[in-house]
């Protein structure tokens, strides 16, 4: 497990602070979210009722997916991938439990 030095993770937070924020859209019932870098990516999706996204962790340190309420990822190491198929229109806000400035919304149709 890799430990961030402070120089590092400051770099890492600036990068998130920093990233443009963009939308993706489903155009299929499939879609990907990548951990990488303290930041989730894309940052927000749009998608259908039904469709089913995969969170992959290419971090080298421990994350989490939790939408309160809604669902709840174990603790992902490097190359984990949690899985979750929305069947309810609404906006799901989730985060990292470990790490709560990283945040995410999938938006569903």
């Not at 990233?19 to 951990?35: K, Q, Y």
């Not at 989730?40 to 995969?54: A, D, M, N, R, S």
Request: hydrophobic share 40%; net charge neutral.
């Amino acid at each position: 497990m890799k430990t961030l030095n402070r120089r590092d993770f400051g770099v890492a937070v600036a990068a998130a602070i920093l990233l443009p924020v963009t939308t993706a859209r489903a155009d299929d019932n499939a879609m990907e979210v990548h951990i990488d870098n303290f930041v989730f990516q894309p940052p927000e999706l749009k998608i259908k009722v039904g469709t089913t996204v995969t969170w992959t962790n290419r971090d080298d340190i421990p994350h989490t997916v939790v939408s309160a309420g809604k669902f709840r990822s174990k603790t992902l190491d490097t190359d984990d991938k949690f899985t979750f198929t929305f069947t309810d229109a609404g906006d799901y806000k989730y985060f990292c439990s470990l790490h709560p400035h990283m945040t995410g919304m999938i938006k569903v149709e």
